[in-house]
């Protein structure tokens, strides 16, 4: 059975840094896209923002709104993907979660149904 497990999360001030991390149990996921979304608090029937995206080959998409201060990567022999997270902002608060899902010939990501189980990031101002 195929489990994603995100961890790294935390309460960090504005302007401060954190690094996300998923790794992806019982399956080689080095063939796969994955992605990283995010839930803001208090909205719990609001759709999750995809925040950055990683093809199998390395190429990234990134939300407008973390453009410059996020960065997605992978490392396939860890069967892991990361988020560095920089100059966070309070608006930047939310639950964030992983996805291992599909890449479009486009060059955009779409989820799957394997989502893990999200970390908390609240920044303070």
């Known amino acids: 059975q195929v489990q994603l497990v995100e961890s790294g999360g935390g309460l960090v001030q504005a302007g401060g840094s954190l690094r996300l991390s998923c790794v992806a149990s019982?399956?080689?996921?080095?063939?796969?896209?994955m992605g990283w979304y995010r839930q803001a608090p208090g909205a719990p029937g609001k759709q999750r923002e995809l925040?950055?995206?990683?093809?199998?080959?390395?190429?990234?998409n990134y939300a407008d709104s973390v453009k410059g201060r996020f960065t997605i990567s992978r490392d396939n022999a860890k069967n892991t993907m990361y988020l560095e997270m920089n100059s966070l902002k309070p608006e930047d608060t939310a639950v964030y979660y992983c996805?291992?899902?599909?890449?479009?010939?486009?060059?955009?990501?779409?989820?799957?149904?394997?989502w893990g189980q999200g970390t908390q990031v609240t920044v303070s101002s």
């Open positions: 996805n291992r899902g599909g890449w479009t010939y486009r060059g955009g990501y779409y989820p799957s149904a394997l």
């Open positions: 019982g399956s080689d996921s080095s063939t796969y896209a």
């Open positions: 925040v950055a995206s990683i093809s199998s080959g390395g190429s990234t």
